[in-house]
């Protein structure tokens, strides 16, 4: 399971956002969701999209996924230079 795909995981199981509400407000079927979901990471285009459709969601959910994708990735980097 990709970076994107843990913390959307985790960002729609800690808001109780539903992959269809996220599906719908992004315009797409919710199959597309549950792959990315299920551990099928998002291409970038789609990680923009999602948090877009998160934010109009709930706004804390959109700044929980950006948190998560990318505070990791600038974690491992201060981990590397210590």
Known sequence: MGRASQALKQVLER????QNRLAVVMGISRA?????FH???PSAENIVAITQALKAIDLNAAKEFVRLYLG???EDED???S
């Open 15 to 18: 808001y109780e956002i539903s």
């Open 32 to 36: 597309n969701v549950g792959r990315w």
């Open 39 to 41: 551990g099928l990471d």
């Open 72 to 74: 990791e990735i600038v």
């Open 79 to 81: 981990d590397r230079s």
